[in-house]
């Protein structure tokens, strides 16, 4: 049995049992994300923030607040405990497929990257590459190995854990080839930026390249480039992109030290990124990205709305990530001036954008094409969010 | 039963416990051992009932009566060495959180970058 939602010829075959697991955690992801979440929010506006302002004379001022007055409550700590286990399960049901084909898929992956039949794409992968120590030391949101661990030759696995594990994950909601992101975001972009006819355009931290094909479906004339610091995943996307017959060319490389030439994008991209990285870095890939982009080029980041943006529950609620999941500089960079760090960057002030495009998948194109006539980004409790709506906040500026 | 996976030979291993500092949110020492072992457990029953719901559509499907069947039914000598050797896996996919703990520190990071500091 194969995950529906992987397509592709790198897809795995799952027992039926496995399989079965894979179901049983998806119907736990929405027990845990949209009944226990409910019924924590429930607790929260009933009790314990009635009591929290009796006894303080005002409401919680923001996040960490609502997060320390929330900690000692059981129902906070049965959602956190088994979101945190759900998570772990989330990959571990994946896994032993991915053992038991990991050398064959290796080998069809390189098969693919060889073949030109379909598409013309290129990978290169640098066998002394330095792993940044804030990606090599964690196992980002818990998943075991990684992006960047490697036990043989050409190995994929890695690639292959997150992209069959995302397929549960995301029970869905990230619509056909799980691309729904970059898809809606990029429809959204050219639709409200008919200027930009971008040559090149590159997509940092593109893990599977689910962010970066649909850049080519946009722009299908325009060189594609996709870059990470995870071996596993580049080879892994370029043989997805090579299997989906999309042109895009794969690198390891670190966003804050590329290697490609001074002003030669015109689209610097990033989807889900930025909050894996320590603001430190963040202001290095901003540096970067300015270094990169030809005098009106545009940097975009498809990122988890600012802290700024949303009430202190919702704050709250997205900021857990970063102290039980394993993504620990996800709150820095929410509470962190996007705007400000992109000026420090060089970027001109007054380009500064910020935009939130419905899901594709969800709503359509008619309403995607509705919110590009909008102004700005508007603070609505469903941005960012994986459980019930979906909207996909981004912003960025121009060199 | 071709669910014992642990056991194929030229498999390429993976490292399934999260290394680094395990997340902690009882009071009560082993609670969240037990919370993972529920769901563990939970799980587990979830993959019978999906098995035994297809037993009895294909069972159905072809006439058989399964109750009366079930009843006086015997495994044979081979079939019952394959689902011992099935409770294994079992048995360990259940208690995996008690072995986290040993797989982590062989995995453990020299220095893992620290969450923000906790409100």
């Known amino acids: 049995m194969s995950n529906d939602l992987i397509d592709h010829d790198l897809k795995v075959d799952h027992t039926k049992d496995e399989s079965s697991r894979q179901h049983f955690v998806q119907g736990m992801r929405g027990y845990v994300l949209n009944d226990l979440a409910g019924n924590m929010k429930k607790v929260w506006d009933r009790k314990v923030e009635p009591a929290f302002e009796k006894a303080n004379g005002r409401k919680p001022a923001d996040g960490p607040e609502v997060h320390k007055t929330f900690k000692p409550e059981t129902i906070f700590k049965f959602y956190s405990s088994m ?8 990959w571990r049901s994946v896994m032993p497929a991915i053992e038991r084909e990991g050398a064959d898929l290796a080998q069809r992956v390189q ?10 794409g290129t990978v290169d992968t640098n066998p002394n590459f330095e792993v940044p120590r804030y990606v090599s030391e964690l196992d980002v949101h818990l998943m075991p190995g990684n992006y960047h661990e490697e036990r043989i030759d050409h190995d994929v696995s890695q690639g292959a854990v997150f992209d069959n594990g995302l397929g549960v994950f995301s029970f869905g909601l990230l619509g056909d080839r799980m691309e729904d992101i970059t ?31 649909p850049w080519k479906a946009r722009y299908p004339d325009a060189e594609v ?7 596993p ?4 996307a370029h043989g997805r992109a090579q299997s989906y017959g999309v042109t895009a060319h794969f690198h390891q490389m670190d966003a804050e030290h590329t290697d490609f030439e001074d002003e030669s994008f015109d689209i610097v991209y990033s989807c889900m990124f930025l909050h894996e990285v ?9 540096k970067e990205a300015h270094r990169l982009l030809k005098p009106g080029g545009v940097m975009v980041h498809y990122e988890l709305p600012p802290n700024s943006m949303m009430s202190a529950y919702d704050g709250f609620y997205l900021d857990w990530d970063a102290y039980y999941n394993k993504e620990p500089f996800y709150k820095a960079f929410r509470d ?6 992109i000026t420090a960057a060089g970027f001109k002030a007054d380009s500064f954008f910020e935009h939130v495009a419905p899901s594709k998948n969800l709503y359509g194109q008619d309403a995607l094409m509705e919110a590009v006539k909008q102004e700005g980004a508007t603070n609505d409790s469903h941005v960012g969010r994986f459980a019930d709506g979906v909207m996909w906040y981004f912003f960025g500026a121009r060199k | 039963m071709p669910d014992d996976s642990s056991n194929v030979s030229d498999a390429t291993p993976l490292r399934y416990s999260v290394k680094g500092k395990r997340m902690r949110f009882f009071d009560a020492q082993g609670v969240d051992e037990l919370v993972s072992i529920c769901m563990g457990l939970a799980q587990e029953m979830w993959v019978l009932k999906e098995r035994q719901a297809a037993m009895e559509a294909i069972a ?14 015997e495994f044979s000598a081979e079939q019952r060495q394959a689902l011992d050797a099935e409770r294994q896996g079992f048995i360990d996919r259940i208690f995996f959180t008690l072995r986290e703990e040993a797989e982590s520190l062989e995995a453990a990071p020299e220095d893992e970058p620290p969450a923000p500091s906790m409100p």
């Open chain 1, 225 to 231: 480039h996709g870059i990470d610091v995870g071996g």
């Open chain 2, 60 to 73: 159905e499907a072809k006439g058989v009566m399964v109750a009366d069947e079930m009843e006086n039914f």
């Open chain 1, 111 to 120: 098969v693919l990257s060889q073949s030109g039949d379909k598409a013309q």
């Open chain 1, 83 to 90: 979101r945190c286990n759900t998570q772990e399960m989330v």
């Open chain 1, 336 to 341: 962190a001036d996007a705007k400000a760090e």
């Open chain 1, 278 to 286: 320590p603001l430190k870095n963040i202001k290095g890939v901003f």
């Open chain 1, 233 to 236: 995943c580049v080879r892994y």
């Open chain 1, 183 to 213: 898809e809606s975001v990029s429809t959204f972009f050219q639709a409200r930026y008919p200027d930009v006819k971008p040559e090149k355009i590159l997509d940092m931290g593109c893990t599977l390249g689910h962010s970066t094909l």
